[in-house]
């Protein structure tokens, strides 16, 4: 054998080698990346199911043990070929694995915070909350850091040294080939698993989706429909039905309110006109109203508004407070506090858009029983576009009250189509004040009314998170974004854009405030999972039956 051939033979059974070694090094990392996923697994949720237990069981092998081994094959086995050296590998492929683990670390930590992982929109929240913490940080916490840092790149080098040198004895152990059929096995599983899941919409596998980081489990959706298997339109119509709000188990408020009173003795008085005209804001004009510097959302539907306005709730629980008959969780506080709240309707409001649907608390008066008295009232004045010559009157009694008057729907645009109508322009109405100056808010909607009147008048622990998705408009505040159901869509209004979502789990998003649909853009996830979780705040989870 000459010396060429040999030196080739040497080379090549050093190349099998660092392979090996690789191997080796990358089945440390996998025990190491499955001990940090165990944080994501207790930070999520608990499987109402014993297959829902299962399947997370099986992903959480089966991923964890996939994301070293991608790093592996496109990180380090190029250089096993190119740079045969194992002093230099090894540091490399430690300093490697060491910002992949510190990666893996770190968003484990943003998920158990904020329930997402890190993506190019999440950094920016890490990084405020880097500033936060480093902001004046004591030398203990940085060096706490550092050393940390260098404890992994320790680890490393360590995994790195102990795999090369005792090669031999690793390789001796045959332990490998069946922990990668497990890990293999796993990983087709659970993937196979999820297909059935999705197109089942069994929601305790389906629900475990986002709980890992760069996870994209196969759907049936994608897959079934491009080949024909199932159809699109019976897909998405059973997962309406899945997602219908009959299945929605209430908690509100989401705690026991308690609350103290304040010092505040000016009575309140709210006028609601059902649907903006502008012949109503033309007499308004006349009057010792001011129109507030706040951009103020309507609700398509007058029905829908007056419900967002009583409760400051989304019209995503109307059907199961309408069922139930839950009264708003700030009448109690306010009839402890003996703070009257009156509702009067005038002649001409409609039998359709009753009180008494919602709860048999509301008891309303004819508008002729409104006397004006100020002694610590709070009243609800429902008018028409007919009743616009009352509201002279209304206010004369009311000139030392409190005064808010704002519509419950837009102005009824017939030729709008689709999802025009919920362009900034096409749901903003005034929002008029007297006795009561707002400073400019950039958005709001019906349910910060109420939060604003009880702003000045109890205070509640939790503020009011526990009874409403509304805020109190008094204090000036960047909002955004603002998330709205306008049943059965879900609209998020951002600064720079709208996204709405039907309840099949569809989207487009548009352009704000030109309302222009960005072809191929999604919504940002960050913003996306705020949204929902804001959204059902006063759900508990529902029962599953599969």
């Known amino acids: 054998m000459g010396k060429d051939q040999r030196g080739k033979y040497q080379r090549r059974d050093k190349i099998a080698r660092l392979i090996s070694w690789g191997h080796w090094f990358t089945f440390a990392n996998i025990i190491l990346c499955l001990f940090v996923g165990l944080l994501y697994v207790e930070a999520s949720p608990e499987s109402s199911t014993a297959i829902g237990t299962l399947y997370m069981l099986v992903s959480w092998l089966g991923h964890f043990a996939f994301l070293p081994f991608v790093f592996f094959i496109i990180l380090i086995f190029p250089f096993c070929l190119i740079i045969p050296y194992s002093k230099v590998l090894r540091g490399l492929a430690a300093l490697v694995a060491s910002f992949g683990l510190i990666a893996l670390i770190a968003d484990a930590l943003f998920f158990r915070q904020y329930g997402y992982h890190l993506n190019t929109y999440s950094l920016a929240q890490m990084t405020k909350d880097a500033e936060a913490v480093f902001t004046g940080a004591s030398f203990v916490i940085i060096s706490a850091v550092l050393l940390g840092f260098l404890l992994i790149v320790g680890i490393e080098l360590l995994l790195a040294n102990l795999a090369w040198k005792r090669l031999s004895d690793l390789q001796r152990k045959k332990i490998g080939a069946p ?58 119509a059973r997962q309406q039905m899945l997602m219908a709000t009959d299945k929605i188990k209430l908690k509100y408020p989401k705690q026991p309110l308690l609350c103290s009173k304040k010092d505040f003795e000016q009575t309140a008085t709210i006028i609601l006109f059902e649907e903006y ?27 829908g508004g007056l419900f967002q306005f009583l409760y400051g709730l989304p ?30 309707t005038s002649d001409s409001w409609q039998e359709s858009l009753s009180l008494s649907q919602f709860a048999s608390e509301f008891e309303p008066q004819s508008l002729n029983s409104f006397n004006g008295r100020d002694n610590q009232r709070i009243n609800v004045i429902l008018l028409t576009a007919n009743d616009t010559k009352q509201l002279t009157h209304i206010l004369k009694k009311a000139k030392q009250h409190q005064v808010l008057v704002s519509y419950l729907s837009p102005e009824n645009k017939t030729e709008l189509l689709g999802k025009e109508q919920f362009a900034l322009e096409n749901m903003t109405v005034p929002l008029w004040q007297l006795n009561m100056p707002l400073p400019t808010q950039p958005i709001a909607g019906l349910m910060d009314i109420i939060p604003t009147v009880l702003d000045d008048r109890i205070s509640c622990a939790g503020s009011f998170n526990n009874y409403t998705n509304g805020e109190s408009l008094r204090e000036q505040k960047d909002r955004w974004p603002l998330i709205e159901t306008y049943s059965p869509y879900i609209v998020i209004y951002d600064k720079a854009e709208i996204t709405i979502l039907d309840n099949s789990g569809q989207f487009n998003v548009y352009s704000s405030p030109e309302f222009v649909l960005k072809k191929g853009d999604e919504p940002p996830v960050p913003v996306l999972i705020d949204a929902l979780k804001d959204l059902k705040r006063f759900t508990e989870t529902p029962d599953t039956a599969n």
Not at 182 to 194: D, K, Y
Not at 201 to 228: E, N, V
């Open 277 to 303: 005209a502008q012949d109503i804001s033309a007499v308004l004009a006349t009057t010792s109203l001011r129109e507030t510097e706040v951009s103020m959302l309507a609700h398509p539907k007058q029905e």
């Open 315 to 344: 019209d995503f629980y109307q059907d199961t407070i309408e069922r139930q008959k839950v009264a708003p969780a700030y009448l109690k506080p306010l009839n402890d506090f003996n703070i009257e709240m009156n509702w009067y």
């Open 179 to 236: 922990a990668t059929a497990v890990f293999v096995l796993c990983f087709f599983v659970s993937h196979s698993v999820h297909v059935w899941a999705d197109a089942s919409l069994y929601t305790p596998i389906t629900q475990q989706d986002d709980m890992f980081p760069l996870s994209y489990p196969t759907t049936a959706k994608t897959l079934m429909a491009k080949h024909g298997v199932i159809d699109v339109e019976s897909y998405q």
